[in-house]
């Protein structure tokens, strides 16, 4: 077989890939799923789309191995194949956020509509613990902490909040996150806790965020 036509049939094989992640749904069920494995009845309800309609393109996703199943009970859960997979999104965010304006004029509106006037990154939360005390919760359902969350993050799921402010301390600046850039329970619980007279910001970067970081760590 000729050289060019191998190659052809390798690019090809490679474009499933990019169809695969063309649409802006299955981007947010990679999104949904890379902080743990849902069913399908779950991801249509996250995803604010029929089961029919959710199952069609997890299909689509699951042709090309990006994410993979397996039967818990009388349940499909879905997963992400692998931590290559949430490489794969955050390259595409990170080409996005910094090359596409319409983007970065999207997320300033997302923070006004939110009335985030000051967040953090994940370097910046290391360089704030540093100089004053700082209590670190993850906002997320408890499931999603369960299957992973930052060290030393409190789980205190927005919906459970309200009832555990006497768990929060008053010397101490709470940051909060939740699935990532895009994710509203962090900005929703800095609101409350503003509301509350306690000191409080939002981080930015999610579980997934920080655990590419890590990757990405020289190791002595």
């Known amino acids: 077989m000729a050289a060019s036509s191998i190659k052809e049939q390798v690019y090809q094989e490679l474009s499933r890939v990019t169809h695969a992640i063309s649409n802006s749904k299955r981007m947010e069920?990679?999104?949904?799923?890379?902080?743990?494995?849902?069913?399908?009845?779950?991801?249509?309800?996250?995803?604010?789309?029929?089961?029919?309609?959710?199952?069609?393109?997890?299909?689509?996703?699951?042709?090309?191995?990006?994410v993979e199943t397996q039967r818990q009970g009388n349940f499909i859960i879905y997963s992400i194949t692998?931590?290559?997979?949430l490489r794969l999104i955050s390259a595409v965010k990170e080409l996005g956020y910094r090359k596409i304006a319409e983007i970065e004029r999207l997320i300033g509106d997302f923070k006004a509509d939110k009335n985030i006037l000051e967040s953090i990154t994940i370097d910046d939360l290391m360089a704030k613990s540093k100089k004053e005390k700082v209590m670190l919760i993850d906002v997320r359902p408890e499931d999603e902490f369960n299957a992973g969350h930052i060290p030393n993050a409190v789980s205190i799921p927005l919906s459970q909040l309200k009832k555990r402010l006497k768990e929060l301390p008053k010397n101490k600046t709470i940051i909060a996150y939740c699935r990532g850039p895009l994710c509203i329970m962090s900005a929703d619980a800095v609101k409350l806790l503003h509301q509350k007279k306690f000191k409080a910001i939002r981080m930015e970067d999610g579980f997934v965020e920080w655990k590419l970081k890590q990757q990405n760590i020289p190791k002595n």
């Open 82 to 85: 692998d931590d290559s997979v």
């Open 29 to 66: 069920l990679i999104d949904v799923l890379s902080q743990k494995g849902y069913s399908v009845e779950e991801l249509s309800k996250e995803i604010a789309m029929s089961i029919a309609s959710t199952s069609q393109h997890l299909q689509v996703l699951k042709s090309v191995k990006l």
